[in-house]
């Protein structure tokens, strides 16, 4: 079976000795239950799974009972050993963190070495109970959408059906039944996040509203926005304080995000002008309507595709440490920027796609320190070669 390289940052921390809570969070169905197994079988240790992810509401005291279980294996023979307690989807608990850190406190004062791994679809939600109770307790391994390179190990993709099929290792395998693919997406992927994960989850005074705007988001991938822009082409008499806060969830959840606009050192007000981008390109493809092929022979669409699946790798893979923007100015305009402490790193992307805006590499230099100017697609870096490598490598 396919491991992914988190594997062997999982699996070596649990290895350590105990110190901290692992927390694996990331959107749906991006191998986070997957990995957590692995990494219990590669341990060789007494190990209990549970998820809170089904029908039948759970509280507080289901926490206590799994935990039970995960201290059993840990004191088997009446001995101190090893253990792995992993509970998934645990953010559906309401209040759950308070639970989770009166156990973990015990079991530090007794020193019982059972090591405990979170799982949650919904970061947002589950870094809100993390920063609110467990604050120096836990240690964050992100999940991201699958990168071109592990799908391309796992799959044997090329370029181009990575281009169209987006990041789900679930949907790989009826890729081949365009049906069945665009039904897997919409339903499993789509309705359930949107549903289960931030309608249920939280509150949300339109909901109709936060659909209307993932599908923006989808059709306007790559492209830049302001909210107003956004509430005209929504037709709704929301404001764009909702607007930005949906903007959020729906990013916490791993579907879309606006990246802001770069300011160097300057104070911007946040939001103005976000570009939306698609965290994985299956999101616009599921829509589109479009097959493989006739979305290859829309130059304009595949151009999207591009730009959306190059700022979704940067989106998705760079460390915390990093940040991703957008720049514009003057009808000149930078695709991607990427900052790292006082490096700077812009990043034209040449897909193809009609732009009203001019590549403003050379205006934004002029007015930024720019560490290095990059070139993706014609006449610059390969596509192929720009996917593989990873993000962080470019700010080098």
């Not at 949300?204 to 988001?217: C, G, I, N, Y």
């Not at 493809?285 to 669409?301: G, I, L, R």
């Not at 900052?339 to 034209?348: D, Q, S, T, Y």
């Amino acid at each position: 079976m396919f491991k992914r390289p988190l594997y062997k940052i999982a699996l070596k921390r649990l290895s350590e000795k105990r110190q901290f809570m692992q927390v694996l969070a990331g959107p749906r169905q991006t191998g986070k239950t997957t990995l957590a197994r692995q990494v219990m079988a590669g341990l060789g240790i007494p190990a209990h799974y549970a998820t809170a992810d089904e029908p039948a509401v759970k509280g507080l005291s289901w926490i206590e009972q799994q935990w039970e279980a995960g201290r059993a294996g840990a004191g088997i023979d009446k001995k101190k050993h090893p253990a792995v307690l992993v509970l998934d989807e645990i953010q559906k608990i309401s209040g759950w963190s308070e639970t989770v850190k009166r156990l973990w406190d015990e079991d530090s004062h007794s020193r019982l070495p059972l090591h405990v791994v979170v799982l949650g679809s919904s970061q947002l939600l589950l870094q809100q109970g993390l920063t609110e109770s467990l604050a120096g307790r836990f240690e964050v391994v992100p999940v991201p959408h699958w990168s071109f390179v592990e799908i391309r190990e796992a799959f044997g993709w090329n370029i181009d059906q990575y281009i169209y099929y987006g990041g789900y290792p679930g949907a790989a395998g009826v890729i081949t039944e365009p049906e069945r693919w665009q039904s897997y997406v919409m339903d499993s992927l789509i309705e359930t996040t949107v549903s289960r994960d931030i309608l249920q989850m939280t509150r949300v005074d339109k909901p109709a509203l936060l659909r209307r705007l993932f599908e923006l988001a989808c059709t306007y991938s790559g492209q830049a926005l302001s909210y107003q822009k956004m509430l005209g082409q929504l037709q709704d008499a929301g404001n764009t304080t909702t607007l930005a806060h949906y903007l959020d969830l729906l990013s916490g959840a791993g579907l879309v995000t606006g990246l802001q606009k770069y300011a160097g050192a300057r104070v911007r007000q946040r939001g103005s002008s976000p570009k939306l981008l698609a965290l994985n390109t299956a999101l616009m493809t599921a829509q589109s309507h479009y097959t493989f092929k006739e979305a290859q022979q829309d130059h304009e669409h595949w151009g999207r595709l591009v730009e959306s699946a190059i700022g979704a790798t940067l989106a998705n893979d760079l460390l915390r440490r990093s940040e991703l923007f957008y720049w514009a100015g003057k009808n000149r305009e930078v695709d991607f920027v990427l900052r790292r402490g006082k490096k700077l790193v812009a990043i034209e992307v040449k897909s193809g796609r009609k732009k009203q805006d001019l590549p403003g590499i050379e205006a934004f230099s002029t007015e930024f320190p720019v560490t290095k100017k990059l070139l993706v697609g014609t006449g610059g870096i390969r596509l192929e070669d720009f996917l593989l490598t990873p993000p962080e490598a470019w700010l080098e």
